[in-house]
């Protein structure tokens, strides 16, 4: 069972456009949730985080929102650059750290 | 910065073998982690270890086995392994609590024929 879904496999967006990469989860017992970004043939990075008490944490182009009541959160990129293209991957925490599926992202000049 | 090496980048190996991948940390982390990633499932986590000799399985412990006779190195073993084994292998490690950023490293693409 998925407890951590993110339902697309891929997004392509223009240069300079917002890029919205959607993750919904089912254990409300998760309380902390984290955005990871892996280019090809490296290991993921860390890109941000949000505690279940807060609902948006922003880190320069990066926000991320979460909606409780929903069981969803979001990572906005604002604006999308070529150099984001990479897969990213929505982690959600609750004694041990559950992966989503991942969200490949294309950003086009 | 904190830096988290797998010996192999690529490796092919056959069925029935028995095949070692190696990670190595250089900031003290208490704790590593080894996952797998597969297209449309995500990274799963195998085992991790919280201290030396200190082992917890993950999710897909199945045909896995670990090691870690120092804090900075742990190795993951594919006692016998099989072609369903194939997969890319990502090292991590954090100190402190579990929902700490993990660092990961480059990953071994490990191909079983």
């Known amino acids: 069972d998925q407890q951590v879904k993110q339902n697309s496999p891929s997004l392509s967006v223009q240069e300079g456009r917002i890029s919205i990469l959607n993750c919904d989860y089912t254990?409300?017992?998760?309380?902390?949730f984290l955005w990871y970004k892996k280019y090809p043939a490296e290991g993921p990075t860390f890109l941000i985080s949000i505690s279940s008490i807060k609902d948006k944490n922003e880190d320069g182009r990066f926000t991320v929102f979460l909606n409780k009541s929903a069981k969803h959160l979001s990572l906005h990129i604002v604006p999308s650059q070529p150099g984001d293209s990479a897969v990213y991957f929505c982690?959600?925490?609750?004694?041990?750290?559950?992966f989503g599926q991942g969200t490949t992202l294309q950003v086009k000049p | 910065d904190v830096k988290v090496t797998q010996s192999s980048r690529y490796l092919v190996k056959r069925t029935g073998e028995k095949v070692f991948l190696e990670c190595v940390q250089d900031m003290d982390h208490e704790n590593m982690f080894w996952y797998r990633q597969d297209p449309g499932l995500g990274l799963r986590l195998i085992y991790f270890?919280?201290?030396?000799?200190?082992?917890e399985k993950g999710d897909i412990p199945e045909g896995y086995s670990v090691s870690r006779e120092k804090k900075e190195r742990f190795s993951l073993i594919l006692e016998s392994a099989s072609t369903n084994q194939t997969s890319m292998y990502l090292c991590?490690?954090?100190?402190?609590?579990?929902?700490?950023?993990?660092?990961f490293g480059n990953g071994t693409r490990l191909t079983v024929t």
């Open positions: 982690a959600a925490f609750a004694g041990k750290l559950i």
């Open positions: 270890s919280y201290d030396v000799k200190m082992k």
């Open positions: 991590a490690s954090i100190r402190g609590s579990y929902n700490s950023p993990l660092h």
């Open positions: 254990n409300s017992m998760f309380d902390y």
